[in-house]
């Protein structure tokens, strides 16, 4: 059986999808990157805005109108969110992803003597609402040398502006001895750099009565594992990051410098209105530890342009804070109503253009930002791990995630190596370097 995939949505979904990906794969079946000769195309939802939700719809659709005769699987947030109610012949929600190629298979020998019908021929479960986490096992990157680890599901927070909570349940850990068979599995396959990730990766253990020295004690745990030489976090919580798990952190020698701490806005009224449970005074004082424990760090954040209500005066103090903290990138998003959601229910929506604008305007700081950032960083000498080769220069990420490009002798590097780099300049948001000697 040939089988297309299609993933939407945030790098938990792409996780996901590699994950089933592989599942097909060990049935003996094969991946093709053509839908219109696919026997099952399959689509990961999203549905964190209604933007987000409308895509995934028409991209059903649109799959079951290209190859009429393969079988189309939904699965995903969007499937969760619809309760199974999709266009497509299987429907699975957030937390019975990993039973897809058992569902496929059988929907194919039951149906083998007859023709599909987008129409009527579909299989809708249950959609699955347990908070149990839903192990699947080592997941192969198609990226070769960075390997992503899922270490819990689900979201306890409720954000005004959120769906996720609903989609993806309450939080669900991986087992801990789980985790680490993955990372030593990835270590084993040639992976050199691992992303611990997760929806709410900050409440690993929450769930068992742990804290968040339990997300410390995975990555100490990852940190001995022979070949492992890069561990990244994922999006963090500034409330959940204690003084106690900070310190640690510097124990963790492998960990990159580089902190991706969810901020959304710079302005304490709106984070009021959005739900979130730190002021703008908190999260400083948050990155201020941090910077205790790495003081040349990479600070990366996420920010919601245009939220309900949100004016120009406020939005103007997110624009003063994020210059003030120096973050080295922002990721913006032009606020989108997602229905179902307290925020979509108040009042002073704001118009897209206003959105537009202001998003169009972090961004414009983010590139002097970015550029700023990597500017800082002429005259370091660093590890990369090389991604790939061209042009004579070995190019890969620095610790503080800014691509590189090494001069050296490239017959003499392959992907996957891990070189030194001085770094002699910056290049726009980029750096560039040589090999020492």
Not at 43 to 57: G, H, I, L, P, Y
Not at 118 to 143: I, M, N, Q, W
Not at 233 to 247: K, R, V, W, Y
Not at 356 to 383: M, Q, V, Y
Request: charged fraction near 25%.
């Amino acid at each position: 059986m040939l089988v297309y995939f299609l993933t939407l949505g945030c790098r938990v979904n792409q996780y996901e999808t590699d994950a089933i990906r592989n599942l097909f794969i060990e049935k003996g079946h094969q991946i093709t990157d053509d839908p219109s000769c696919a026997d099952c195309c399959i689509v990961n939802t999203c549905t964190v805005t209604q933007e987000a939700d409308r895509k995934s719809r028409q991209s059903l659709r649109k799959m079951a109108r290209a190859n009429p005769s393969a079988v189309v699987v939904a699965m995903g947030c969007a499937s969760e969110m619809a309760g199974g109610v999709l266009d497509a012949d299987i429907v699975l929600g957030t937390r019975d992803k990993n039973t897809v190629v058992d569902r496929v298979e059988s929907f194919i020998r039951e149906h083998a003597d007859a023709t599909l019908d987008h129409a009527c021929s579909h299989v809708r479960p249950d959609v699955s609402k347990s908070d149990v986490y839903h192990d699947f096992g080592t997941v192969l990157s198609p990226e070769g040398t960075r390997a992503y680890i899922k270490i819990e599901d689900g979201c306890n927070m409720f954000c005004t502006y959120c769906i996720i909570p609903f989609a993806r349940g309450r939080v669900a850990s991986r087992p801990f001895d789980d985790i680490i068979a993955e990372a030593r599995s990835l270590a084993s396959s040639g992976y050199k750099e691992v992303v611990i990730t997760g929806i709410h990766t900050c409440s690993y253990g929450r769930d068992r009565g742990e804290d968040i020295m339990s997300l410390y004690r995975v990555l100490m745990a990852i940190n001995g594992i022979e070949g492992i030489t890069n561990i990244r976090l994922a999006s963090l919580e500034p409330l959940s990051l204690t003084d106690e798990f900070i310190g640690a952190l510097s124990e963790v020698t492998k960990l990159c410098p580089q902190f991706h701490l969810s901020l959304q806005s710079g302005c304490d009224t709106v984070l009021k209105r959005m739900g979130r449970r730190y002021d703008t005074a908190q999260y400083e004082e948050r990155v201020s530890k941090l910077r205790e424990i790495f003081p040349d760090m990479a600070l990366t954040t996420d920010v919601i342009a245009g939220f309900p209500g949100e004016t120009e005066e406020e939005f103007k103090v997110t624009c003063e804070f994020v210059k003030r903290l120096k973050f080295a990138k922002l990721h913006v998003f032009p606020y989108s109503v997602r229905e179902g959601t307290a925020a979509a229910g108040m009042k002073d929506q704001l118009t897209q253009a206003v959105k537009k604008a202001r998003a169009n305007e972090l961004i414009r700081i983010s590139t002097g930002l970015e550029e700023e950032f990597a500017s800082s960083l002429k005259g370091r000498t660093c590890k990369v791990i090389v991604e790939q080769i061209r042009n004579g220069e070995a190019e890969g990420y620095t610790p503080w995630h800014v691509r590189c490009k090494v001069s050296c002798d490239t017959d003499n590097v392959d992907n996957g190596d891990v070189i030194t780099c001085h770094i002699d300049r910056s290049e726009g948001a980029g750096v560039v370097g040589s090999m020492p000697g």
